[in-house]
């Protein structure tokens, strides 16, 4: 991309007012952080595809990362933030009061953590001469990993209640 960044920054906080001051705008956001649901089931096991070809996995991408994606999106729309990045993004809304800090705390290092996992997982494909993907085996993680996994999800879980709580009712 090529042009004066100034343009790109009005536009953004052009954006950020406008999406901010939108009650419909930001309930589809909600709706649509909510959509993504974490890798969990019944009794708040992990919840690996049961069916097909993706059979035991989760998809870390679709049920771990995108929903913290769509959080932080959410909280940085509501805010008016104008951080881009979703660390920065969950810290800014944590720091303005919006998002606990323990909710936020947890959140980025499951980001961080499921991001890791995918990122191993994706390494260990492209050494052995695979296509990298983001389903991860569950049988492949130590008990320490599906611990860590399981716990990841939960507090997706637990933020994604968080907002259905404040936002939809």
Same mark, same amino acid.
């Given at each position: 991309?090529?042009?004066?960044? =100034? @343009?790109?920054? /009005?536009?953004? &906080?052009?954006?950020? +007012?406008?999406?901010?001051?939108?009650? !419909?705008?930001?309930?589809?956001?909600?709706?649509?952080?909510?959509?993504?649901?974490?890798?969990?089931?019944?009794?708040?096991?992990?919840?690996?595809?049961?069916?097909?070809?993706?059979?035991?996995?989760?998809?870390?991408?679709?049920?771990?990362?995108?929903?913290?994606?769509?959080?932080?999106?959410?909280?940085?729309?509501?805010?008016?933030?104008?951080?881009?990045?979703?660390?920065? =993004? @969950?810290?800014? /809304?944590?720091? &303005?009061?919006?998002? +606990?800090?323990?909710?936020?705390?947890? !959140?980025?290092?499951?980001?961080?953590?499921?991001?890791?996992?995918?990122?191993?997982?994706?390494?260990?494909?492209?050494?052995?001469?695979?296509?990298?993907?983001?389903?991860?085996?569950?049988?492949?993680?130590?008990?320490?990993?599906?611990?860590?996994?399981?716990?990841?999800?939960?507090?997706?879980?637990?933020?994604?209640?968080?907002?259905?709580?404040?936002?939809?009712?």
């Amino acid at each position: 991309a090529h042009g004066d960044a =100034r @343009l790109l920054e /009005a536009l953004r &906080a052009e954006v950020r +007012g406008r999406a901010m001051q939108s009650g !419909l705008f930001l309930g589809h956001m909600v709706g649509n952080a909510l959509c993504a649901r974490p890798a969990l089931g019944w009794f708040g096991r992990l919840a690996a595809t049961r069916f097909g070809a993706e059979r035991g996995t989760i998809d870390l991408k679709r049920h771990g990362l995108i929903p913290i994606v769509d959080l932080a999106r959410v909280y940085a729309l509501k805010g008016g933030h104008a951080a881009v990045n979703t660390v920065e =993004r @969950l810290r800014t /809304a944590m720091q &303005a009061g919006e998002l +606990g800090a323990d909710e936020a705390h947890n !959140l980025i290092e499951s980001f961080e953590f499921i991001g890791a996992l995918r990122l191993a997982h994706q390494a260990r494909q492209i050494d052995a001469g695979i296509p990298s993907d983001n389903l991860l085996a569950i049988a492949t993680l130590s008990g320490f990993e599906r611990v860590q996994l399981r716990e990841a999800m939960r507090v997706i879980g637990r933020v994604q209640a968080l907002l259905r709580q404040r936002h939809l009712q």
